[in-house]
């Protein structure tokens, strides 16, 4: 097997930078959109076979060194009691959000072998059929990711519902992360145990905090989560977006590797992270969009830049657009792999 | 007149911290409202007596120390040819965006005595009315942000034709910069010379950059236009939205004063920025939702770590939202005069 990524992870020596790319299995790959045209995205996530299937398209397709497991940050969501519904233009919509205590109370932890089968199932399925491959990563979205969708029904511009509870019923706010960190924990030592060679966890929204909020309401609950896994042996990413105020102190939640956002310099932020730590990223991923010479010129700057990282895994640094061409992605890992080799 | 924020701008000693919200005439505010049922936002902007109102409003409501004169960034784009609406949900829409070189050169460089002279009949009125009160503020969107809007048509979720004509077409790219700078330059000076005592440029979306393209394809511009105005006299402020990984590079534009967001700690951004500058910024607009006692505690933080800039005025890190009360916004003011003073 090609364990690049997972000795990226560790610091250890590496013939080339191993690369993966956050949503690589997703509407970009034409494959990927002819399963989606038997079902939608829910029965996707929840039907192990297509799952796997897709799971593997970019492995296969691009070459890139990681698997990540399929599914969606939301999922657990379901498990703890929410109804969740993913609308074609709107996205996800969880009905009746959580506000006051009593929604709270209502909500219950993930037991991930009655509620989640397909996840662990999936899992099983994937270590099968890339045992010759490449590692399979599991993943979940960060507690206050996640309390974000849960306060504000789905997405949300400014997070006006969660901000309140936070700044004005913080105990309402505060017993709901123990929740959803009860629940992370519970869901990613399932995937571990169900076969996930390593793990990410999603802060897409810590950038929407100030540095002290981000301190208080949400550090302090990725950090109980990676204490948690850390028996578990495998590697554990945390992926902070918007990170560029956030480095210094998301490095302390623990995490075997850092995953940070396009819009921070990565030889800076590798100077704030240290040699302790793997770095994960940070292409922009409308670099993809670049003439072939200009993305060239980029991957080339954050190779060497990434070069001085205990361990560097070459990702984009967020999620690749819909509006992707394959063929650019696959050049983007022959690239990596050439350029780094 | 109260010149508080004049002096902080340019470093001077000051009896109290100073200081004013962007978005402080807007919808949040039940006077705004009531003249907005009379016209549209357009019409408002280009109504002399009824913007100098509006603009007034926050001065004589929340007690701050200074005036923003009230209009769009998006205004000057009229003047270059575009064609311009806001839709009431949507946003602002600009028909035939720009995506080839041809686009480019059908436009125009604004004459702003010909083309807006609202804007400056509207300066001219506030001049009069604030005589005995605060300093106004002018203000233009920076190049690069409103190169998406150009570009895009609209605002904009991931910038994908604006990074792919700046990574695939730079010259095309380029040309359009340069016609922005100089219609920036010649709008910031008109309202210069019709009274505005200080000018700020909006660069909303720089933080959607990489800090190298930054550097490449929004900062020369932002120099340029500072180094037109310079002579003028008055100080000028940058405000760099999403600053974190850009803070040391915006420093070089030149400007008198940088306002930075709320997604970094302004303790720490002072440190970077150094003492040639002052600092504008940076509550969380969504403070304004906290208890007042959790507001109050925010505020000397901010209070506490703005004092070591060269000179600090208080702001949100990013507009106010119009969901806010007024009464929390008028006890910010006081707040920040009060344990500062």
């Known amino acids: 097997m090609n364990d690049t990524f997972l000795r990226a992870c560790r610091g250890e020596d590496v013939e080339y930078t191993p690369i993966w790319i956050m949503r690589q299995a997703g509407r970009y790959l034409p494959d990927y959109q002819e399963v989606r045209r038997k079902v939608d995205f829910l029965t996707l996530c929840k039907t192990p076979e297509l799952a796997a299937e897709v799971t593997i398209q970019p492995v296969d397709i691009l070459g890139v060194d990681a698997a ?11 498990s703890m009691g929410m109804k969740l519904r993913f609308l074609e233009k709107k996205g996800p919509v969880l009905s009746r959000p959580v506000r006051k205590m009593k929604d ?9 072998k009655k509620d989640v089968p397909f996840v662990l199932d999936t899992i099983k399925i994937l270590r099968r059929k890339l045992r010759k491959k490449v590692p399979l990563i599991g993943f979940a979205g960060a507690p206050f990711t996640l309390a974000t969708y849960m ?10 519902h969660t901000k309140t509870m936070m700044f004005s ?13 009860e629940t992370t924990m519970e869901y990613l030592s399932a ?3 169900a076969g996930a060679q390593a793990v990410q966890i999603f802060d897409s929204w810590a950038g929407a905090l100030a540095p002290d909020d981000y301190r208080e309401h949400s550090l302090p609950y990725v950090k109980k989560t990676i204490e948690a896994l850390k028996p578990l042996g495998v590697p554990i990413i945390y992926f902070v977006n918007n990170c560029g105020g956030l480095l210094e102190l998301a490095r302390t939640a623990g995490a075997d590797v850092i995953g940070i956002d396009w819009r ?9 992270l240290g040699k302790g730590v793997s770095v994960q990223g940070n292409l922009d991923p409308l670099a993809l969009f670049a003439d072939e010479r200009v993305l060239e010129s980029k991957v080339k700057e954050i190779l060497k830049k990434g070069s001085r990282a205990r361990g560097h895994i070459f990702n984009l640094g967020h999620g690749i657009i819909p509006q992707t061409s394959p063929d650019m992605a696959k050049k983007l890992v022959q690239m990596v792999h050439e350029l780094s080799g």
Chains 1, 2 share one sequence.
């Open 68 to 78: 990540i497991l399929f599914s969606d940050i939301l999922i657990p969501l379901e």
């Open 104 to 112: 709270v109370e209502a909500l219950r932890t993930i037991k991930p």
């Open 151 to 160: 306060i504000e029904g789905g997405s949300s511009k400014n997070f006006l």
């Open 169 to 181: 019923a913080p105990e309402v706010f505060h017993s709901l992360m123990e929740r959803i960190t």
């Open 191 to 193: 995937q571990i145990r």
């Open 264 to 272: 921070v310099d990565i030889g800076k932020a590798i100077t704030k």
